[in-house]
């Protein structure tokens, strides 16, 4: 045999129903509040810029100070020099940044590439003008749950003349 049950409404106090309404209150303003901050893109990349001039170059970092796993993540370099450039160009950067993303690509391609344990060193060949730019196309990991700092630097006879210094943060 079944145990019987009452169907009869028991009383609740004032007091439970007030504390009950408050914190149903207080999570839709935190679900709210939340939903403003997406919609300001305040959980979304955020791109920064650094700069230095030195030994006739004038060197600009533009990169993603705030992004989130899985979302394009811009990272750009423009290396300037007054009169142009006499022969290649070389550019080094903290390979463990590189680490942080899936690469779709480089542009240009470098003419030559390889790394000393600590640093990736491109050399490309002189564009015409005063100007390279080279774009990085990538995103951050899925699995990236960190963010890292990197030194970006024009090097010249091997040794860095001009560099600057960034560091990238990672969301979840």
């Known amino acids: 045999m079944a145990a019987e049950s009452s169907t009869v409404i028991t009383q609740v106090s004032l007091a439970r129903l007030r504390r009950a309404r408050m914190l149903r209150r207080v999570g839709l303003g935190m679900l709210f509040a939340f939903l403003g901050l997406g919609a300001l893109n305040v959980f979304g990349v955020r791109s920064a810029q650094v700069s230095v001039t030195g030994g006739g170059y004038e060197l ?8 989130r796993p899985g979302l394009a993540t811009p990272w750009s370099v423009e290396v300037r020099r007054a009169g142009g450039f006499d022969g ?44 390279l730019e080279i774009s990085f196309d990538a995103r951050i990991s ?6 890292g700092s990197a030194e970006t630097a024009v090097l010249v006879g091997g040794r860095p003349v001009v560099a600057v210094s960034y560091t990238t943060g990672v969301m979840p």
Do not use: K
Not at 60 to 67: G, I, K, L, R
Not at 93 to 120: C, K, Q, V
């Open 142 to 147: 899925p699995a990236v749950q960190r963010g």
């Open 60 to 67: 600009t970092v533009t990169y993603a100070a705030m992004s």
């Open 88 to 131: 290649p160009v070389t550019v080094a950067t903290t390979a463990a940044y590189f680490e942080l993303f899936d690469e779709n690509g480089l542009d240009p391609d470098p003419s030559a590439a390889t790394t000393d344990g600590e640093r990736t060193i491109w050399e490309f060949e002189p564009p015409p003008g005063e100007v």
